[in-house]
């Protein structure tokens, strides 16, 4: 039998490409479709909540070409993760402070007492990957005399703005207050209510309707975690904030500015900056508060508590916590009719504590132009885990230990 010959084949230049373009397609990709990311740290306490933050100069690095909205964060039980990418780079690298794409990737994960090692796989995906709820909101109110209001899924803040401190025409019956001091609002609710309460007006969220309430008092007061000038008798204050800007605004973490126009604090000239780090989660809100001057090398900076943080009637209860190895200055507060709430402030590099008619408070030495850090925080015990001065003692410490022992992020491609 004759051999069969198979007729010879020249495919055409046309089909040459594309089995050309099929191949590239189908071939393995030059880079790692996957990048793990291991965490560990060295305390034996649970850390709930820690933000695990990834420049993303690494994660291009290792997945060339990944777009913020084409990728999935795993942990090691394959669970996917709510993420965030920024464009809130270093001042350095961003003098102008418009804002550079890509800053880093944010997640988050709850380590447990005695886990002190965790590890997370980074993908690219075909898919996009849609926003994920956010538990953070930071926001100007214009609608309520240039506030300025932030909150996370724990707990709610706002301050004061120009509008506020504006003088009032005679006759006119606008409030007016004068004050650089930060206010609380007290949830019950894990969700956003900062939009809804204003919403339904002022005498309305000084009672609670369900989601929690607005009891704190700041008034002329640093409110909990206000700032000023300590010249070793009085603390010398700014007015109400002269401008904000919001550089990320969730879902796991806001970050935005305050800026006070410069004041007098015996006769040194001295502006802030301050910068707000919110993040989901937790119950202490970072600040980098930068204060600019001219003529002493350093100032010292008190960061305060008011005295008097309550509602008439309420008859507080006021336990005054300091504590120079965390170190911090705390509060808590029993009333008569709206439970128990605790403030503080941790800043590592204070050296004492002080107090003026209507302020305690905690300083710390500060160079121009260089951020001092601290951290300002609150709880209910209607609303929180913190049921009692002993509860709450505790959690600061934890935090203050939290600041001791920072995360070790190593980061290296999928095997």
């Known amino acids: 039998m004759p051999a069969v010959t198979a007729p010879c084949f020249r495919p055409s230049a046309t089909t040459l490409a594309m089995l050309a373009a099929m191949s590239a397609f189908t071939a393995p990709a030059a880079h790692a479709a996957a990048m793990n990311v291991t965490v560990t740290h060295t305390l034996e306490q649970a850390r709930p909540a820690e933000t695990i933050a990834i420049a993303w100069s690494e994660v291009n690095r290792l997945l060339p070409g990944a777009l913020l909205q084409r990728i999935a964060v795993r942990d090691a039980k394959g669970k996917l993760l709510p993420y965030q990418v920024t464009n809130v780079a270093p001042q350095a690298k961003d003098p102008d402070n418009r804002g550079i794409a890509y800053g880093e990737l944010l997640f988050q994960h709850d380590f447990a007492a005695g ?20 538990k953070v909101s930071a926001r100007y109110v214009q609608e309520r005399l240039d506030d300025f209001a932030w909150e996370n899924d724990k707990v709610a803040h706002r301050t004061y703005g120009p509008a506020l401190g504006a003088p009032a025409a005679a006759g006119s019956g606008k409030e007016v207050l004068v004050t ?47 700032t000023g000038v300590w010249d070793g008798k009085t603390l010398h204050t700014g007015r109400n904030y002269a401008a904000w800007k919001v550089l990320a605004n969730g879902p796991l973490r806001a970050i935005f500015e305050l800026h006070y126009d410069r004041w007098d604090a015996a006769g040194v000239q001295v502006s802030e900056v301050k910068r707000f780090t919110v993040d989901a989660g937790r119950y202490f809100d970072q600040v980098d508060s930068t204060f600019t001057f001219a003529g002493p090398s350093r ?11 309550t509602d008439k009637g309420q008859d507080p209860v006021i336990a005054v916590m300091t504590d120079a190895a965390g170190p911090s200055l705390a509060q808590w507060v029993t009333q008569k009719s709206h439970g128990a709430f605790g403030t503080a ?70 095997r």
């Open 345 to 414: 402030v941790i800043v590592p590099t204070s050296t004492g504590f002080a107090d003026d008619a209507l302020n305690h408070l905690i300083v710390a030495p500060v160079t121009s132009g260089q951020p001092l850090r601290y951290y300002t925080g609150a709880a209910w015990d209607r609303a929180s885990p913190y049921q009692t001065r002993d509860d709450w003692r505790t959690l600061i410490a934890q935090e203050a230990a939290r600041l001791r022992a920072p995360l070790t992020i190593k980061v290296s491609g999928a």
């Open 299 to 309: 100032l010292n900076v008190a960061v305060g508590l008011n005295k008097t943080p």
């Open 115 to 134: 886990e002190t090692s965790a590890t997370f796989t980074i993908e690219t995906t075909d898919t996009v990957t849609p926003p994920f709820p956010s």
């Open 180 to 226: 650089s001091g930060l206010d609380i609002w007290f949830k019950r609710v894990g969700y956003p209510v900062v939009d809804r309460w204003y919403n339904k007006g002022h005498d309305h969220y000084h009672h609670d309707e369900g989601e929690g309430m607005d009891m704190y008092n700041v008034g002329k007061t640093r409110g909990a975690g206000g």
